[in-house]
């Protein structure tokens, strides 16, 4: 009986704190959310792939937002998902790379694996925009709109961090090969 009404009640995501079904389902293996906010981040990945297929910079903002507000503990795998993330996070956010061009500076990324470190401490999403509120878009520019403001919200609640990144991005040149280029277009 007790074990029935659970299952109708609503929890808080542990990662992002958002509002979700208390669900026994599937979820990632170190992207630090609760089955019920996976699952709403699924539904709004499909929505992206089929519905609003064109916004390739929107879909790279929601993967990287969605896995930085869920950082998850302390473990190998959680640490490089973290920072790689916050990176293309503040590669977009802060100087103004496009999805594609924030992926093209990261290829090499590996490289400077031994520089992750995890950033403690974690930020409380409390509050914080989340998967729910992007799920509710009612359309392609009111989800693009809410996307970009979650994905804001999220790097600002990292601020304490902010310095890290910046460092981890200058010092390794991780923004050159996509300099040369961007220069070259114009
Ligand atoms: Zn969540």
């Not at 989340?130 to 009111?142: F, K, L, P, S, Y």
């Not at 902010?162 to 070259?184: A, G, Q, S, W």
């Amino acid at each position: 009986m007790e074990i029935e009404m659970n299952n109708n009640k609503l929890i808080r995501c542990y990662g992002c704190k958002a509002e979700i079904k208390n669900m026994d389902g599937p979820k990632h293996a170190y992207i630090g959310s609760d089955s019920g906010c996976w699952d709403v981040f699924c539904g709004v990945l499909a929505k992206e792939y089929t519905e609003y297929n064109e916004l390739w910079q929107t879909h790279r903002l929601t993967v990287d937002t969605y896995a930085a507000q869920h950082p998850g503990n302390p473990g190998r795998r959680e640490i490089q998902s973290v920072f790689i993330h916050l990176t293309r996070l503040y590669l977009q956010l802060e100087m103004g790379l496009d999805g594609k061009n924030a992926n093209a500076a990261m290829l090499n990324i590996s490289k400077f694996k031994s520089q992750y470190v995890w950033l403690d401490p974690v930020p409380d999403f409390s509050g914080t925009i989340n998967i729910n509120d992007v799920a509710g878009a009612r359309d392609i520019t009111e989800h693009k709109h809410i996307v970009e403001l979650w994905a804001e919200s999220v790097w600002q609640t990292w601020s304490k961090h902010h310095d890290t990144i910046r460092y981890f991005v200058e010092h390794n040149k991780i923004m050159h090969p996509v300099r040369r280029e961007l220069t070259h277009g114009k």
